[in-house]
């Protein structure tokens, strides 16, 4: 089984909202990724957490904030988000280690008004 | 740092066409190299990768051979399908925590009946 789980499938939100996505794996993978992706553009890497820990943070604003409880769940808290913040949020996990492949959710197309 | 070109397109085909997607990349070490595909409205999709000189992806009827001398990974098919009609990624990694997991732009391919 290959498969990484997102919801919600499409999100609506205001300016003013707090929601928050939701990833899940049952693969055993110990790294966990949040992408986000512009129409007719390349996924941009946001975070990642290694074993649980945030490893990486791509300069991201604090309007995004990252949670990974367990080893298969991973949550993207957002609040007081931009316009130009929707796009296409896409969650992968991998194994930890060298030149591990990633394997993707289908992602939670976010619309900020 | 690290980089990944391809064509852009949009590439259009008729049905049963041969298709080529060139893909070329800079990288410091001895990456791995991987092609994703996105069909509309949905996450990325593993097609298939490569972890050293000289082996071949392949899946599905897609092909792609790592190229260290030419530092390239192009991705080929012999007969194209409508169902092919998608955004294809080539991508690297050079580590195991992601951040070295590099996209190129992207290459939507439309196929005509």
């Known amino acids: 089984d290959t498969e990484v789980t997102q919801t919600p499938k499409h999100l609506v939100m205001g300016m003013t909202n707090k929601k928050s996505l939701k990833c899940e794996q049952h693969?055993?993978?110990?790294?966990m990724y949040w992408y986000k992706q512009k129409a007719k553009k390349p996924p941009e890497l946001m975070f990642v957490?290694?074993?649980?820990?945030?490893?990486i943070n791509e300069s991201v604003p604090s309007r995004f904030s990252p949670e990974c409880p367990n080893s298969s769940l991973l949550n993207l808290h957002l609040h007081a988000l931009q316009p130009e913040d929707s796009a296409l949020y896409l969650c992968?996990?991998?194994?930890?280690?060298?030149?591990?492949?990633?394997?993707f959710g289908p992602g939670t197309r976010l619309l900020v008004l | 740092g690290n980089s990944v070109t391809q064509m852009e397109g949009p590439v259009t085909l008729s049905e049963e066409a041969f298709l080529t997607i060139n893909c070329t990349y800079t990288a410091t070490g001895y990456p791995s190299l991987f092609w994703y595909v996105q069909y509309p409205g949905e996450g990325l999709q593993l097609l298939l990768k490569?972890?050293?000189?000289?082996d071949k992806g392949s899946n599905k009827g897609f092909e792609a051979t790592y190229r260290k001398e030419t530092t390239s990974f192009h991705l080929e098919k012999g007969s194209v399908q409508v169902s092919d009609s998608a955004v294809y990624f080539c991508?690297?990694?050079?580590?195991?925590?992601?951040?070295?997991?590099?996209f190129g732009p992207g290459t939507r391919l439309s196929v005509l009946p």
């Open positions: 693969m055993g993978h110990r790294a």
């Open positions: 957490y290694s074993y649980e820990k945030l490893s």
């Open positions: 490569a972890t050293k000189a000289d």
């Open positions: 992968a996990s991998s194994q930890v280690g060298v030149q591990e492949t990633q394997y």
């Open positions: 991508a690297l990694s050079e580590d195991n925590y992601g951040q070295n997991f590099v």
